[in-house]
């Protein structure tokens, strides 16, 4: 499994357990392992996850700040998935390029989603990384 693949696995598993309203690690374990995510991406899906789970109220606060007219409650719950992978990463893993999550962010909008949600999720993720107050020290340009 790619680490794009592994972006979208996350995405997946996310958009159910907003679904079911369930975040928890127990689920999110079983579901790693049933789908049998190799070693070498099971580190970065248990990162992400657990990253996401276990900040989920930050997160969602962080998207919502940086939302232009919208309410949380409005966005399609694929890009919301979405949106909470690439805070999860701006945020939470420091190994990734801002660039890198920005771009896997929109490609994964670009296939699941709406035709406008792509540039909707571009917007948000780069309007954070330009006005971030707590990520502008790890900028590198």
């Known amino acids: 499994m790619s680490r794009r693949l592994s972006r979208e696995f996350c995405m997946k598993l996310l958009f159910e357990m907003d679904a079911n309203n369930e975040f928890n690690l127990d689920f999110a374990i079983r579901s790693i392992n049933n789908e049998g995510v190799q070693k070498r991406q099971e580190e970065y899906v248990n990162s992400i996850i657990n990253a996401v789970i276990e900040n989920i109220k930050i ?81 590198t340009d």
């Open 59 to 139: 997160i969602d606060d962080t998207i919502e700040k940086y939302l232009k007219g919208w309410k949380l409650d409005r966005i399609a719950k694929v890009d919301l998935a979405i949106l909470r992978i690439g805070f999860g990463e701006l945020m939470y893993l420091d190994t990734i390029d801002f660039e890198v999550s920005i771009n896997e962010a929109v490609e994964m909008a670009k296939k699941y989603s709406g035709s406008e949600s792509a540039s909707f999720i571009n917007g948000v993720l780069d309007k954070y990384v330009v006005q971030g107050e707590d990520i502008n020290d790890r900028k």
